[in-house]
DNA sequence: CCCCCATACCTATCGCTTCTACATATCATC
DNA sequence: GATGATATGTAGAAGCGATAGGTATGGGGG
C-alpha cells in the first residue's frame, strides 16, 4: 500500500508488461494495469495516460485485437489478447529484456553476470 | 566481433551506466564509450549522439566535472569524473534500476523474482 | 606522399514513449 | 444525491536516445 516507488518507466517496458500479462488471457485495460501493479508488489504503477496510448499502438501494430464485453461485475470493456505476431513479439522482447539486464548487470559489477 | 544486439537503449539506463564506469576513475568520453562496449561483451553499444549529450547533461547537473588532458596516446581529450553529486545518483540509480528489474521479473515470472 | 581508419569531440533534428492533466460515463454505496 | 472505484479516452509537454551530419588529429599501408 505504499506509494509506488517506480514512479518512472524506462521507454519499451510498458509494452513488455503488457504482452506478458495478457499473455495470460484476455484482459481490458483497467485490470492489466492493476494486475501489473500488484504482481509488482505496488513497485510498478502504470499511468492510465501511458496506459491507452500504448494499447492502441501495440493493436495498431497487430499485436493485439480487442473487442468489447461484460465485466464480472456487469460493465462493457474492451478485451483485449495476443495475437500471434503479439506473442512473437513478447518472446523477442522478452529476449531482449534479459539480455539488456545480463549486460548491464555486467557493468554493474553484479555477481549474477558471471553465474550462468 | 558480432553487430551489437542491443540498439536501443531504455531511457535513463545511459546516466547509470556512465556513472558506474566513472566510479572506477576518471575517463575520457570515447574511451567511457569503448568500455561500455567491451564490458557488456558487445551487447550494448553506445552512440556517439548519445554519449556527448548526456555527458553534458550529467555536468550541468553536477554530477560530471571535467578537464582537458593528454591521454596515453597524446592527444588531447576531455577527462570527466564523478563529484560527490554524482556518486550518490549513481547509488539511487543504481538500488532504482535493481528494483526495477526485479519488479519486472516479477511480471516475466522469474525464478529469480521469488529469490531472496 | 596520400588515403584511409581509428581516435576524439560536437550539435541539430527526429522519433518515440511516457507523464501530466483533463474529460467522460457507469455502478455501488452511503 | 454525493462520492469513490471502475473504465476509457485525448491533448500537450517533456525527456532521451538515435540518426546524420560535421571538425580535427595521428598512425599505417600502399
Redesign the pocket.
Known amino acids: 500500500m505504499g506509494a509506488p516507488a ?12 503488457i504482452l506478458r500479462v495478457l499473455a495470460l488471457g484476455p484482459m ?7 494486475r501489473i501493479q500488484q504482481t509488482s508488489r505496488e513497485v510498478l ?13 501495440l493493436e495498431n501494430k497487430g499485436a493485439l485485437s ?1 473487442d ?1 464485453k461484460l ?10 489478447r495476443l495475437t500471434a505476431r503479439g506473442r512473437t513479439r513478447l518472446e523477442s522482447e522478452t529476449a531482449n529484456w534479459r539480455q539488456l539486464v545480463e549486460a548491464v548487470g555486467l557493468i554493474l559489477g553484479d555477481p549474477e553476470g558471471e553465474r550462468r
Open positions: 517506480q514512479t518512472d518507466l524506462p521507454q519499451g517496458t510498458l509494452d513488455l508488461l481490458h485495460g483497467y485490470a492489466i494495469a492493476r504503477a502504470v499511468q492510465q495516460g501511458s496506459l491507452y496510448p500504448a494499447l492502441h499502438r480487442a468489447w465485466t464480472d461485475t456487469g460493465r462493457e470493456a474492451k478485451f483485449y
